[in-house]
C-alpha cells in the first residue's frame, strides 16, 4: 500500500508540466552580446496565468550566448504594443532590440492566444508582428516558438528552442544497486518527462529523423536489447536481443534503416538493420572493434570508430562501394564521431593529452578544434540547427550535461540537483 | 567467401608458425606448457618431429590461439602506420602543389610587371625544332594569366604532348581572342594539326595569320600554309604562295625564304 502511494507520488510529481530536473548555469558567452529587453507580456485573461512566456524567451536567448536580455528591474517602462514604446528610452539603456506582447484569453481550440512584436530600438522600425496561440498546456512551446521566430529574424538562423533532449539519469539507491531512468525533456532541460525506469542500466538513446519515435538499449532482461519507442503512444518494440552486444543503435537519415553495433558473429561489429523487414546486413568484418555507427546527412555513408588501426579512430564507410576511409590522425584517440547537418564537419571525442575533450574537424581541410576544457567528455550530441553541442561531463565527481557553441564560444551546463545525467541525444526539428 | 579471410589468416599463422619452429628444432626436446609463450612454440616443433603427446597438442593449440592474436595486433599496428602514412603522403602531395601553385602565381606576378627587362627574359620563346626559325615574341605587356596559359600551352608541345598542347591553345584561343600571344598560338596550333594530318584545320590557322601582317611569324606561317595546299593537292596555289615567301623575305634573307626556295626546288620541276 505504501509503495502505491509513493509510486503515485512519483506520478504527480513527474506529470507536473513545469517540473524539470535539469538547471541551467551559462558558464561564458560571447565578448559582445546583443542587448535585448524581452518586456513582460501582458496577461489579459481571468485568473494567473502558469507560464512566464518573456521569461521563457529571455532564458532562451540568453542561452544561446549570443543575447544579453535586459533585467526587468532596469526597464523604464513596461510596453505591450507599438504605441506604448518610446524608443528614446530603451535606447538611453543601450538596448538594441525590444520584444514586447500581449496574452489574450481565446475560444475553442485555442484558448490562449499571443500577439509579439519585435523592434529594432537604433533604427526605430518594427522587424516582426505576429500571432500565434495554442492550449493552456503549450504555453512553453508558444514561448519556444517566439524564441524561434526572433531568433531566426536577429540571426539568420533557424532557431532550435523548440526542440527536445533525451538523456539518461541514475542514482544510486544503495550499494550496487541504481535507478536509471530515460528522461526527454525540452531543450533548456524543462518538463522533463519519465519514458522508461529500470533497476537495469538504459544506455544509447537516439532519435528517428522525424522525431516521433526513439530507440534505446535496455538491458532490462539481465542483457543488453535494442528497443524501439513511439513518444506518442509509448507503443514499443524490441528489435534485437542476441547474444552478446546490442548497442549503439542509429536511425538513418531517412528513417528506413537502423545502424547498429552486433558481436552475435564473434567481435562487436556494425550492422545496417532494414526497419521494415528486419533483415540484417554486416557491413564491418574485422578482428577489431568496430563500434558508434552515425550516418552522414545524405544517408550514403556511416561514420564509425574502430580501433583497426591499433587505436580508437574515426572511419567512413561508404554504403554504394564498401570503401572504408579513416577521417581522423591527430591524436591517439577519437571516437563517437557525429556529423553536422551540413556534413562539411564531424564532432567527436578526442583525447589531448590524457584529457578527454569534444572537438570538432573540418571534413576537408583535416583540421581540428577542441571545443571544451571540462574533463571526461564524452557522447556529443548536436542540436539541428548546428548551433550547439550537448555532451556529458563530470563536476565534482557527478555526471552532468554541459552544451558548448560549434565555434566553442558559448557554454552552459545543465546539472541535474539529484542525480547523475549521460548520454544526450538532441531531437531533430 | 564468409570464412575465405580467417582461413587465409589461419593459414599464414601456420605457415609463420612452422618457420619458427624449424629455427627453434634444435631445444624441441623441451617440452613445457603453455604458460610460457616463447618455450611452448618448442610444442609445435615437437609435434612436426612425430611425437604427438596429448599435452603438446593442447599446447600447440594454445600456442595457436597466442599467434593469432600476436598477429593480429602487429596487423592493427601495421595498419594504423600505413593509414597514418597515406595521410601523410596525401598531406604532402597537397601540400607540394599548393606551394607550387603559390610559387606560380608569384612568378606570373612578377612576369607580368611593366619592366622591360624582366618581360623581355619571360616572354620570349625557346627555339623550336620543327623546321622553322626561333622566334621572339613581342615584348610588350601580356596580361600574367595570358603569359602563363601560353608558356603552359608552349611546354606541352616542347613535352611532346601534342594532343594535350593542341587542347591548351585552343583554350588559350578562346580565352584570350584579343590577346598578344594570339598569333603565336594559331601558329602553333597550325603546326600540331599539320602534324596529325588534319590539313584543312591547319589550313585555316594559318590563314588567320594573315590578320597580323606585321607579326613575326607571318613568313614561317605563308610557308607552312604553302604546304598545306600542296599536301591538299592544290599545286598552283602552293607555288603562288611560295614564290611570295621568295619575293617579300627572300630580300631581307629570311630563312622562310630559303625553305620556300628549297621546298620550292624539290617539289615543283619549272
Known amino acids: 500500500m505504501k509503495k502505491l502511494l509513493v509510486m503515485f507520488a512519483v506520478f504527480c510529481l513527474w506529470s507536473t508540466s513545469a517540473w524539470s530536473e535539469l538547471t541551467i548555469e551559462i558558464t561564458q558567452g560571447v565578448d559582445n552580446p546583443t542587448s535585448i529587453a524581452v518586456v513582460p507580456f501582458l496577461w489579459q485573461g481571468s485568473g494567473p496565468i502558469s507560464e512566464d512566456l518573456a521569461g521563457i524567451v529571455a532564458a532562451d536567448l540568453h542561452r544561446s550566448g549570443q543575447f544579453k536580455p535586459l ?96 538523456y539518461i539519469s541514475a542514482k544510486k539507491l544503495s550499494g550496487s544497486n541504481f535507478s536509471y531512468r530515460l528522461v526527454k525533456a525540452d531543450a533548456d532541460g524543462a518538463r522533463s518527462l519519465l519514458i522508461l525506469e529500470s533497476r537495469e542500466p538504459i544506455v544509447s538513446p537516439a532519435w528517428a529523423p522525424n522525431g516521433k519515435e526513439i530507440a534505446y538499449v535496455s538491458f532490462e532482461t539481465g542483457y543488453p536489447a535494442i528497443y524501439r519507442q513511439h513518444l506518442a503512444s509509448g507503443k514499443r518494440k524490441r528489435l534485437t536481443h542476441f547474444k552478446g552486444l546490442n548497442s549503439a543503435p542509429a536511425w538513418s537519415p531517412d528513417g528506413k534503416s537502423m545502424a547498429m553495433v552486433l558481436s552475435k558473429d564473434g567481435n562487436p561489429e556494425i550492422y545496417i538493420m532494414d526497419l521494415a523487414t528486419e533483415k540484417l546486413t554486416r557491413i564491418t568484418n574485422k578482428f577489431s572493434i568496430d563500434t558508434e555507427p552515425s550516418w552522414m546527412p545524405d544517408g550514403k555513408s556511416i561514420i564509425f570508430t574502430s580501433n583497426r588501426g591499433g587505436k580508437p579512430q574515426l572511419y567512413q564507410y561508404t554504403l554504394a562501394t564498401g570503401w572504408i576511409e579513416r577521417l581522423t590522425f591527430e591524436g591517439d584517440y577519437n571516437a563517437r564521431g557525429r556529423p553536422l547537418p551540413d556534413g562539411q564537419s564531424i564532432v567527436f571525442v578526442h583525447r589531448n593529452k590524457g584529457q578527454f575533450h569534444i572537438a570538432v574537424q573540418d571534413l576537408a581541410k583535416g583540421t581540428i578544434d577542441v571545443l571544451t576544457k571540462t574533463f571526461l567528455d564524452e557522447s556529443p550530441s548536436i542540436a539541428p540547427n548546428a548551433s550547439m553541442v550537448m555532451y ?34 538532441w531531437s531533430p526539428f | 567467401m564468409k570464412f575465405g579471410a580467417p582461413l587465409l589468416v589461419l593459414v599464414l599463422l601456420l605457415s609463420a608458425h612452422n618457420s619458427m619452429a624449424q629455427v627453434q628444432v634444435i631445444e624441441a626436446g623441451a617440452v613445457t606448457s603453455s604458460d610460457n609463450p616463447s618455450k611452448s612454440a618448442s610444442a609445435g616443433a615437437s609435434a612436426s618431429t612425430g611425437a604427438i603427446a596429448n599435452r603438446s597438442a593442447r599446447a600447440a593449440q594454445g600456442e595457436l590461439f597466442y599467434q593469432l592474436q600476436l598477429l593480429q595486433d602487429e596487423i592493427m599496428q601495421l595498419r594504423g602506420l600505413v593509414e597514418e602514412q597515406q595521410n601523410s603522403i596525401r598531406r604532402l602531395q597537397q601540400q ?42 613581342p615584348t610588350e605587356v601580356a596580361g600574367a594569366d595570358e603569359v602563363s596559359a601560353y608558356k603552359a600551352a608552349y611546354d606541352l608541345v616542347k613535352a611532346q604532348q601534342f594532343d594535350k598542347a593542341k587542347a591548351a591553345y585552343e583554350t588559350f584561343l578562346q580565352m584570350y581572342p584579343t590577346g598578344q600571344y594570339r598569333p603565336n598560338a594559331l601558329y602553333w596550333l597550325g603546326e600540331l594539326y599539320l602534324l596529325e594530318s588534319d590539313l584543312e584545320a591547319a589550313r585555316q590557322s594559318f590563314a588567320q595569320l594573315d590578320q597580323y601582317p606585321n607579326h613575326r611569324k607571318v613568313p614561317d606561317a605563308l610557308f607552312k600554309l604553302a604546304k598545306v595546299y600542296h599536301l591538299q593537292g592544290n599545286a598552283d596555289k602552293a607555288k603562288q604562295l611560295l614564290q611570295q615567301v621568295i619575293s617579300t623575305y627572300g630580300a631581307k634573307g629570311h630563312s622562310a625564304a630559303t625553305l620556300a626556295r628549297d621546298y620550292l626546288a624539290k617539289n615543283f620541276t619549272q
Open chain 1, 71 to 166: 533585467s526587468r528591474g532596469d526597464m523604464l517602462g513596461l510596453p505591450h504594443e507599438q504605441q506604448e514604446v518610446f524608443y528614446r528610452d530603451w535606447r538611453a539603456l543601450g538596448v538594441e532590440y525590444l520584444l514586447v506582447g500581449k496574452i489574450v484569453q481565446g475560444s475553442g481550440d485555442q484558448p490562449i492566444q499571443v500577439q509579439y512584436e519585435l523592434f529594432d530600438v537604433l533604427k526605430q522600425s518594427r522587424l516582426l508582428f505576429k500571432r500565434t496561440g495554442g492550449q493552456v498546456s503549450q504555453l512553453r512551446d508558444i514561448a519556444h516558438l517566439i524564441s524561434d521566430e526572433v531568433y531566426l529574424q536577429l540571426t539568420g538562423i533557424r532557431g532550435a528552442f523548440s526542440t527536445n533532449i533525451l
Open chain 1, 392 to 425: 556529458a561531463t563530470q563536476r565534482r565527481g557527478q555526471g552532468i550535461l554541459a552544451a558548448v557553441s560549434i565555434d566553442g564560444r558559448v557554454k552552459f551546463h545543465l546539472p541535474s540537483k539529484y542525480r547523475d545525467v549521460r548520454e544526450p541525444a
Open chain 2, 96 to 137: 607540394r602543389l599548393d606551394d607550387y601553385l603559390n610559387l606560380d602565381k608569384r612568378i606570373s606576378e612578377l612576369t607580368s610587371r611593366p619592366s622591360k627587362a624582366m618581360s623581355a627574359s619571360a616572354a620570349s620563346t625557346p627555339p623550336q625544332s620543327s623546321g622553322t626559325q626561333p622566334v621572339t615574341l
